[in-house]
Nanobody, 119 residues
Framework: QVQLVESGGGLVQAGGSLRLSCVAS????????MSWFRQAPGKERKFVAG????????YYGDFVEGRFTISRDNAKNAVYLQMNSLKPEDTAVYYC????????????WGQGTQVTVSS
């Protein structure tokens, strides 16, 4: 499994921005699709965004509505989630995950980073 470590979460006011980062300990990082998920208290984990290994394709949950951008730097074994125009309902623990394809089963997960958006 791929070891993943997220960072960049925090407290931000509504309308603000945050950039999440996830670094992987995998030499073949570019072989993996990477995604971000989130889980709010009492709710199921939800797909936020995904990106293919070569960054050729990106995918987003419907609720993103153009506010978030996923990107990756394979030279740094890193994937990012730029979040703009944050809303209180974006409050959740955000996880990065690795899989062979964006919509395949995810077996490697990070520990999560808390994002809290105040109104």
């Amino acid at each position: 499994q791929v070891q993943l470590v997220e960072s960049g979460g925090g407290l931000v006011q509504a309308g603000g921005s945050l950039r999440l980062s996830c670094v992987a300990s995998e030499r073949a990082f570019s072989d993996y699709a990477m995604s971000w998920f989130r889980q709010a208290p009492g709710k199921e984990r939800k797909f936020v965004a995904g990106i293919t290994g070569n960054s050729g394709n990106t995918y987003y949950g419907d609720f993103v509505e153009g506010r978030f951008t996923i990107s990756r730097d394979n030279a740094k074994n890193a994937v990012y989630l730029q979040m703009n125009s944050l809303k209180p309902e974006d409050t959740a623990v955000y996880y990065c995950a690795a899989a062979v394809r964006v919509f395949a089963e995810y077996k490697s997960w990070g520990q999560g980073t808390q994002v809290t958006v105040s109104s």
